[in-house]
Protein backbone atom coordinates (compact mmCIF):
# COMPACT_ATOMS: atom_id res chain seq x y z
CA UNK A 1 0.00 0.00 0.00
CA UNK A 2 1.44 3.40 -1.23
CA UNK A 3 1.25 5.89 1.48
CA UNK A 4 -0.26 9.49 0.49
CA UNK A 5 2.16 12.69 1.21
CA UNK A 6 0.47 15.00 2.88
CA UNK A 7 -0.55 18.10 0.65
CA UNK A 8 0.68 21.74 1.38
CA UNK A 9 -2.08 23.69 1.87
CA UNK A 10 -2.80 26.20 -0.11
CA UNK A 11 -4.12 28.88 1.79
CA UNK A 12 -1.97 31.76 3.36
CA UNK A 13 -1.00 31.83 6.77
CA UNK A 14 -2.07 35.11 8.63
CA UNK A 15 0.87 36.36 10.81
CA UNK A 16 -0.33 37.97 13.46
CA UNK A 17 0.57 42.03 13.60
CA UNK A 18 2.96 43.26 16.35
CA UNK A 19 1.51 45.38 19.15
CA UNK A 20 3.01 48.74 19.30
CA UNK A 21 3.80 49.72 22.22
CA UNK A 22 3.49 53.22 23.42
CA UNK A 23 5.79 54.81 25.65
CA UNK A 24 3.75 55.72 29.38
CA UNK A 25 2.79 59.31 29.66
CA UNK A 26 5.46 61.43 30.98
CA UNK A 27 4.91 62.18 34.87
CA UNK A 28 3.71 65.91 35.79
CA UNK A 29 3.83 67.92 38.83
CA UNK A 30 -0.36 69.10 39.18
CA UNK A 31 -0.28 72.11 40.37
CA UNK A 32 -3.84 73.96 41.96
CA UNK A 33 -4.14 77.60 41.67
CA UNK A 34 -7.24 79.17 43.86
CA UNK A 35 -9.14 81.76 42.05
CA UNK A 36 -12.52 83.48 42.16
CA UNK A 37 -11.85 87.46 41.70
CA UNK A 38 -14.52 89.22 39.62
CA UNK A 39 -12.68 92.32 39.52
CA UNK A 40 -8.97 93.13 38.61
CA UNK A 41 -8.31 92.67 34.88
CA UNK A 42 -5.29 92.21 32.44
CA UNK A 43 -4.46 94.94 29.99
CA UNK A 44 -7.70 95.00 27.76
CA UNK A 45 -6.67 92.58 24.56
CA UNK A 46 -4.19 90.84 26.54
CA UNK A 47 -6.17 87.88 27.69
CA UNK A 48 -5.58 84.15 25.96
CA UNK A 49 -7.78 83.75 22.97
CA UNK A 50 -9.47 80.89 24.09
CA UNK A 51 -10.14 82.17 27.91
CA UNK A 52 -12.58 79.40 29.27
CA UNK A 53 -15.99 81.49 29.34
CA UNK A 54 -16.90 79.51 32.67
CA UNK A 55 -13.95 81.48 34.34
CA UNK A 56 -15.61 84.96 33.74
CA UNK A 57 -17.53 85.93 36.77
CA UNK A 58 -18.49 89.13 35.58
CA UNK A 59 -19.26 90.86 31.84
CA UNK A 60 -18.08 94.14 33.22
CA UNK A 61 -15.17 95.70 31.97
CA UNK A 62 -13.82 95.91 35.43
CA UNK A 63 -13.73 92.39 36.19
CA UNK A 64 -13.61 90.16 33.55
CA UNK A 65 -10.81 88.39 32.36
CA UNK A 66 -9.10 88.67 35.84
CA UNK A 67 -5.81 88.60 36.23
CA UNK A 68 -5.41 85.29 38.71
CA UNK A 69 -7.21 83.48 35.74
CA UNK A 70 -5.08 84.60 33.00
CA UNK A 71 -1.83 84.12 35.23
CA UNK A 72 -3.10 80.18 35.36
CA UNK A 73 -4.09 80.00 32.37
CA UNK A 74 -0.44 81.24 31.32
CA UNK A 75 1.31 78.45 33.75
CA UNK A 76 -0.37 76.25 31.66
CA UNK A 77 0.93 77.26 28.37
CA UNK A 78 4.72 77.04 29.77
CA UNK A 79 5.57 73.68 30.39
CA UNK A 80 2.55 71.32 29.11
CA UNK A 81 4.98 68.48 29.03
CA UNK A 82 5.63 68.82 32.80
CA UNK A 83 2.75 70.45 34.24
CA UNK A 84 -0.64 70.17 35.03
CA UNK A 85 -2.84 72.87 36.37
CA UNK A 86 -5.67 72.46 38.39
CA UNK A 87 -7.74 76.42 38.28
CA UNK A 88 -9.52 75.79 41.40
CA UNK A 89 -12.76 78.51 41.91
CA UNK A 90 -14.15 79.37 45.21
CA UNK A 91 -16.71 77.01 45.34
CA UNK A 92 -14.78 74.21 44.52
CA UNK A 93 -12.06 74.22 47.42
CA UNK A 94 -12.35 71.44 49.31
CA UNK A 95 -9.61 69.56 51.47
CA UNK A 96 -9.89 66.33 49.22
CA UNK A 97 -9.57 68.02 45.63
CA UNK A 98 -6.42 70.03 47.23
CA UNK A 99 -4.89 66.55 48.10
CA UNK A 100 -5.00 65.34 45.03
CA UNK A 101 -2.74 67.82 43.85
CA UNK A 102 1.13 67.99 44.67
CA UNK A 103 1.28 71.79 45.44
CA UNK A 104 -1.96 74.54 44.98
CA UNK A 105 -0.86 78.11 45.26
CA UNK A 106 -3.83 80.41 46.51
CA UNK A 107 -3.68 83.41 43.81
CA UNK A 108 -7.12 84.85 45.63
CA UNK A 109 -9.33 82.77 47.22
CA UNK A 110 -8.65 82.79 51.18
CA UNK A 111 -11.04 82.38 54.50
CA UNK A 112 -11.51 86.29 54.03
CA UNK A 113 -12.93 86.01 50.69
CA UNK A 114 -15.24 83.04 51.74
CA UNK A 115 -16.60 84.97 54.62
CA UNK A 116 -17.60 87.69 52.33
CA UNK A 117 -19.41 85.58 49.82
CA UNK A 118 -22.37 84.56 52.28
CA UNK A 119 -21.85 81.06 51.17
CA UNK A 120 -22.58 79.96 54.92
CA UNK A 121 -20.58 78.84 58.02
CA UNK A 122 -20.24 75.71 56.16
CA UNK A 123 -18.11 77.05 53.03
CA UNK A 124 -16.10 79.13 55.32
CA UNK A 125 -15.26 76.05 57.43
CA UNK A 126 -13.97 74.22 54.40
CA UNK A 127 -11.21 76.84 52.70
CA UNK A 128 -10.27 77.40 56.41
CA UNK A 129 -9.41 73.34 57.00
CA UNK A 130 -7.51 74.03 53.13
CA UNK A 131 -5.62 76.94 54.82
CA UNK A 132 -4.35 74.58 57.95
CA UNK A 133 -4.06 71.08 57.05
CA UNK A 134 -0.66 70.98 55.88
CA UNK A 135 -1.72 67.86 53.85
CA UNK A 136 -2.98 70.43 51.13
CA UNK A 137 0.14 72.02 50.65
CA UNK A 138 -1.59 75.46 50.31
CA UNK A 139 1.02 78.47 49.59
CA UNK A 140 0.64 80.71 52.27
CA UNK A 141 1.34 78.33 54.78
CA UNK A 142 -1.09 78.77 57.70
CA UNK A 143 1.28 80.66 60.55
CA UNK A 144 2.58 83.26 57.88
CA UNK A 145 -0.96 83.54 56.42
CA UNK A 146 -2.23 84.20 59.58
CA UNK A 147 0.78 86.52 60.26
CA UNK A 148 -0.63 89.29 57.56
CA UNK A 149 -4.41 88.95 58.46
CA UNK A 150 -4.12 88.75 61.92
CA UNK A 151 -2.96 92.39 61.81
CA UNK A 152 -1.70 93.56 65.07
CA UNK A 153 0.83 91.05 64.64
CA UNK A 154 3.23 92.78 61.60
CA UNK A 155 2.26 95.81 62.75
CA UNK A 156 3.66 94.95 66.52
CA UNK A 157 6.24 93.79 64.40
CA UNK A 158 6.97 96.69 62.05
CA UNK A 159 6.82 99.30 64.98
CA UNK A 160 9.53 98.00 66.76
CA UNK A 161 11.90 97.88 63.70
CA UNK A 162 10.94 101.71 63.87
CA UNK A 163 8.95 101.86 60.62
CA UNK A 164 6.22 104.32 60.63
CA UNK A 165 2.63 103.28 61.11
CA UNK A 166 -0.84 105.29 61.94
CA UNK A 167 -0.96 105.25 66.11
CA UNK A 168 -3.08 102.51 66.31
CA UNK A 169 -5.07 100.94 69.87
CA UNK A 170 -5.64 97.24 69.18
CA UNK A 171 -9.26 94.96 70.56
CA UNK A 172 -8.62 91.02 70.68
CA UNK A 173 -11.54 90.55 72.58
CA UNK A 174 -13.98 91.86 70.59
CA UNK A 175 -15.38 95.94 70.64
CA UNK A 176 -16.84 97.47 73.82
CA UNK A 177 -18.25 100.84 72.18
CA UNK A 178 -18.12 102.21 75.64
CA UNK A 179 -14.51 101.05 75.77
CA UNK A 180 -13.68 102.70 72.33
CA UNK A 181 -14.91 106.12 73.37
CA UNK A 182 -13.00 105.99 76.31
CA UNK A 183 -9.37 104.97 74.60
CA UNK A 184 -10.77 107.74 72.19
CA UNK A 185 -11.06 110.53 74.54
CA UNK A 186 -7.88 109.40 76.19
CA UNK A 187 -6.03 109.70 72.93
CA UNK A 188 -7.79 113.13 72.25
CA UNK A 189 -8.37 111.97 68.60
CA UNK A 190 -11.39 114.23 67.07
CA UNK A 191 -12.39 112.45 64.57
CA UNK A 192 -11.92 108.06 65.05
CA UNK A 193 -11.46 104.88 62.26
CA UNK A 194 -12.10 101.31 63.93
CA UNK A 195 -12.11 98.20 61.67
CA UNK A 196 -12.03 94.50 61.89
CA UNK A 197 -8.41 93.49 62.31
CA UNK A 198 -8.23 90.12 60.40
CA UNK A 199 -10.31 88.86 57.84
CA UNK A 200 -11.56 92.06 56.89
CA UNK A 201 -10.71 93.80 53.61
CA UNK A 202 -12.52 96.14 51.07
CA UNK A 203 -13.63 98.20 54.04
CA UNK A 204 -15.25 95.64 55.02
CA UNK A 205 -16.45 96.20 58.93
CA UNK A 206 -15.24 99.19 59.39
CA UNK A 207 -16.71 102.35 60.73
CA UNK A 208 -15.47 106.71 61.42
CA UNK A 209 -16.66 109.95 62.28
CA UNK A 210 -16.11 112.53 64.63
CA UNK A 211 -15.66 111.78 67.97
CA UNK A 212 -18.36 114.33 69.31
CA UNK A 213 -21.41 112.97 67.14
CA UNK A 214 -20.48 108.81 68.63
CA UNK A 215 -20.52 111.09 72.24
CA UNK A 216 -24.02 111.93 71.28
CA UNK A 217 -26.19 110.63 68.93
CA UNK A 218 -24.78 108.24 66.98
CA UNK A 219 -23.73 106.14 69.78
CA UNK A 220 -26.21 104.00 68.90
CA UNK A 221 -24.46 103.71 65.53
CA UNK A 222 -21.06 102.34 67.30
CA UNK A 223 -23.29 100.28 69.25
CA UNK A 224 -25.01 98.42 66.15
CA UNK A 225 -21.76 98.06 64.22
CA UNK A 226 -20.63 96.21 67.40
CA UNK A 227 -23.43 93.95 67.22
CA UNK A 228 -22.48 93.66 63.22
CA UNK A 229 -18.81 92.25 64.10
CA UNK A 230 -19.99 90.30 67.24
CA UNK A 231 -18.24 87.07 65.42
CA UNK A 232 -15.04 89.08 65.37
CA UNK A 233 -12.38 89.43 68.31
CA UNK A 234 -10.03 91.56 66.74
CA UNK A 235 -10.15 95.39 66.12
CA UNK A 236 -7.78 98.37 65.07
CA UNK A 237 -9.13 101.68 66.19
CA UNK A 238 -7.45 104.72 65.01
CA UNK A 239 -7.11 108.36 64.61
CA UNK A 240 -9.24 109.24 60.87
CA UNK A 241 -6.42 109.89 59.37
CA UNK A 242 -6.73 113.67 56.48
CA UNK A 243 -4.93 115.22 54.23
CA UNK A 244 -4.99 118.88 55.06
CA UNK A 245 -7.60 119.50 52.55
CA UNK A 246 -9.80 117.07 54.56
CA UNK A 247 -9.70 114.22 52.15
CA UNK A 248 -8.59 110.67 52.69
CA UNK A 249 -4.86 109.99 52.54
CA UNK A 250 -3.59 108.54 49.28
CA UNK A 251 -1.72 105.44 48.76
CA UNK A 252 1.60 104.11 46.67
CA UNK A 253 0.99 100.18 46.41
CA UNK A 254 4.93 98.88 45.79
CA UNK A 255 4.71 95.62 44.38
CA UNK A 256 6.97 92.34 44.83
CA UNK A 257 7.77 89.67 43.30
CA UNK A 258 9.71 86.78 43.84
CA UNK A 259 11.64 88.60 45.86
CA UNK A 260 11.90 92.07 43.96
CA UNK A 261 10.90 94.98 43.86
CA UNK A 262 8.93 95.25 40.44
CA UNK A 263 6.38 98.30 40.28
CA UNK A 264 4.01 100.76 42.14
CA UNK A 265 0.62 102.66 41.56
CA UNK A 266 -0.86 105.41 42.79
CA UNK A 267 -4.26 105.21 43.98
CA UNK A 268 -6.33 108.47 45.30
CA UNK A 269 -7.93 108.42 48.25
CA UNK A 270 -11.34 109.49 47.61
CA UNK A 271 -10.89 109.20 43.46
CA UNK A 272 -12.44 105.33 42.74
CA UNK A 273 -12.35 106.16 38.99
CA UNK A 274 -9.43 105.29 36.58
CA UNK A 275 -8.18 108.89 37.21
CA UNK A 276 -7.66 107.70 40.75
CA UNK A 277 -5.14 104.68 39.53
CA UNK A 278 -1.91 105.30 38.03
CA UNK A 279 1.79 104.09 37.67
CA UNK A 280 3.53 105.76 40.01
CA UNK A 281 5.81 108.58 38.08
CA UNK A 282 9.36 108.78 38.72
CA UNK A 283 10.20 111.69 41.54
CA UNK A 284 10.93 111.68 45.01
CA UNK A 285 6.96 110.16 46.26
CA UNK A 286 7.98 107.25 44.64
CA UNK A 287 11.63 107.18 45.88
CA UNK A 288 10.38 107.56 49.35
CA UNK A 289 7.52 105.11 48.94
CA UNK A 290 9.72 102.38 48.04
CA UNK A 291 12.23 102.81 50.35
CA UNK A 292 9.72 102.66 52.91
CA UNK A 293 7.58 99.38 51.22
CA UNK A 294 11.59 97.85 51.05
CA UNK A 295 11.95 98.61 55.07
CA UNK A 296 8.68 96.60 55.51
CA UNK A 297 9.53 94.05 53.13
CA UNK A 298 12.46 92.95 54.99
CA UNK A 299 9.92 92.13 57.76
CA UNK A 300 7.94 90.05 55.53
CA UNK A 301 11.39 87.86 54.48
CA UNK A 302 12.01 87.73 58.29
CA UNK A 303 8.79 85.97 59.21
CA UNK A 304 7.81 84.47 55.51
CA UNK A 305 7.49 80.24 55.75
CA UNK A 306 6.30 77.32 54.39
CA UNK A 307 6.28 73.79 55.83
CA UNK A 308 7.65 75.14 58.49
CA UNK A 309 10.79 76.74 56.30
CA UNK A 310 11.76 80.18 55.39
CA UNK A 311 10.55 80.92 52.14
CA UNK A 312 10.38 83.90 49.93
CA UNK A 313 6.47 84.78 49.46
CA UNK A 314 5.59 85.13 45.29
CA UNK A 315 3.82 88.42 45.91
CA UNK A 316 3.42 90.85 48.17
CA UNK A 317 1.66 94.41 48.16
CA UNK A 318 2.90 97.10 50.58
CA UNK A 319 0.76 100.13 50.87
CA UNK A 320 2.14 103.61 51.96
CA UNK A 321 0.21 106.21 52.76
CA UNK A 322 1.33 109.70 51.78
CA UNK A 323 0.02 113.03 53.17
CA UNK A 324 1.44 116.23 51.36
CA UNK A 325 2.26 119.30 54.08
CA UNK A 326 -0.24 121.63 52.36
CA UNK A 327 -3.19 120.79 50.45
CA UNK A 328 -4.47 117.89 48.63
CA UNK A 329 -1.42 117.16 46.28
CA UNK A 330 1.95 115.49 46.91
CA UNK A 331 3.19 114.71 43.58
CA UNK A 332 7.12 115.66 42.76
CA UNK A 333 7.19 116.79 46.77
CA UNK A 334 9.97 116.57 48.69
CA UNK A 335 8.10 117.34 52.78
CA UNK A 336 5.11 114.52 52.46
CA UNK A 337 4.40 112.67 55.68
CA UNK A 338 4.87 108.55 54.86
CA UNK A 339 3.87 105.66 56.67
CA UNK A 340 3.05 101.73 56.07
CA UNK A 341 -0.82 101.48 56.01
CA UNK A 342 -1.01 97.93 54.70
CA UNK A 343 0.93 94.92 54.21
CA UNK A 344 -0.78 92.78 51.96
CA UNK A 345 -0.36 88.73 50.54
CA UNK A 346 -0.91 87.08 47.47
CA UNK A 347 -4.61 87.51 47.72
CA UNK A 348 -5.16 91.04 46.90
CA UNK A 349 -5.81 92.93 43.49
CA UNK A 350 -2.41 93.45 41.51
CA UNK A 351 -2.98 96.07 39.35
CA UNK A 352 -2.21 94.78 35.99
CA UNK A 353 -3.86 97.74 34.08
CA UNK A 354 -2.14 100.06 35.56
CA UNK A 355 1.16 98.05 35.76
CA UNK A 356 4.53 98.72 33.39
CA UNK A 357 4.86 94.86 33.40
CA UNK A 358 2.91 92.30 32.18
CA UNK A 359 1.65 90.80 35.70
CA UNK A 360 0.18 87.99 34.23
CA UNK A 361 3.46 86.91 32.40
CA UNK A 362 5.90 87.96 34.91
CA UNK A 363 3.80 86.18 36.95
CA UNK A 364 3.50 83.07 35.63
CA UNK A 365 6.77 82.24 35.51
CA UNK A 366 7.47 83.06 38.91
CA UNK A 367 4.59 81.21 40.41
CA UNK A 368 6.60 78.22 38.16
CA UNK A 369 9.89 78.94 40.00
CA UNK A 370 7.96 79.57 43.08
CA UNK A 371 6.20 76.41 42.82
CA UNK A 372 9.71 73.97 41.95
CA UNK A 373 11.24 75.94 44.91
CA UNK A 374 8.38 74.58 47.62
CA UNK A 375 8.42 71.25 45.95
CA UNK A 376 11.86 70.89 46.28
CA UNK A 377 11.53 71.65 49.89
CA UNK A 378 8.99 69.29 50.57
CA UNK A 379 10.97 66.24 48.70
CA UNK A 380 13.55 67.29 51.29
CA UNK A 381 11.87 66.98 54.02
CA UNK A 382 9.97 64.22 55.73
CA UNK A 383 6.71 65.50 54.76
CA UNK A 384 4.60 63.14 52.82
CA UNK A 385 4.64 64.04 48.90
CA UNK A 386 2.00 62.03 46.65
CA UNK A 387 4.17 60.35 43.78
CA UNK A 388 7.04 61.05 45.48
CA UNK A 389 9.57 59.25 42.90
CA UNK A 390 7.87 60.91 40.02
CA UNK A 391 7.93 64.80 41.11
CA UNK A 392 11.43 63.88 42.21
CA UNK A 393 12.57 63.34 38.73
CA UNK A 394 10.02 66.11 37.31
CA UNK A 395 12.03 68.68 40.24
CA UNK A 396 15.19 67.59 38.78
CA UNK A 397 13.95 68.30 35.04
CA UNK A 398 11.96 71.70 35.09
CA UNK A 399 15.54 72.70 37.32
CA UNK A 400 17.86 71.84 34.29
CA UNK A 401 15.16 73.67 31.93
CA UNK A 402 14.94 76.82 34.01
CA UNK A 403 18.65 77.17 35.42
CA UNK A 404 19.45 75.52 37.17
CA UNK A 405 19.37 77.54 40.22
CA UNK A 406 21.93 77.02 42.63
CA UNK A 407 19.61 77.04 45.99
CA UNK A 408 16.98 74.53 44.69
CA UNK A 409 18.64 70.76 45.30
CA UNK A 410 16.65 68.00 45.27
Known amino acids: ?25 SPKIRIGVLVGKDFDPVKKGTQWPEYPEKYNLTNDDWGKYSVDVATALKMKQLHPDLLEIDII ?19 WYDVGVAIMSGKGKGHIDDVMKCHKNPECRLDPSWDYYD ?7 YMEQCRKAGIPMIPTV ?17 KGWDKFFCKVGQFSFFGEGAINGKTADFLGPRFKDLEAYGRANKSSKTF ?12 VFDEVRNFFIDGQWRYSIFTHGTDGSDAGFYQEPDGPRKVACKALAERAYQEVLKTASWQGKRQTPLLNRIDIGVIPRKGGDSLHKTDNTYFVNEIELIMTTWLDRYAPISVQDVMAQAAVKHSLELLAGLLKSKTKVPDRDKVKKVVEALNTRLGPFKHIKV
Request: hydrophobic fraction near 30%; proline fraction near 9%.
Open 170 to 186: VYTDGFDPKQCLKDVQK
Open 89 to 107: PGKEIKEHRLKKNHLNLNF
Open 236 to 247: LLQPYTLKPNGE
Open 1 to 25: MVAMKAKKSTSSVLKTKGVVKRAPP
Open 147 to 153: WVLCKPR
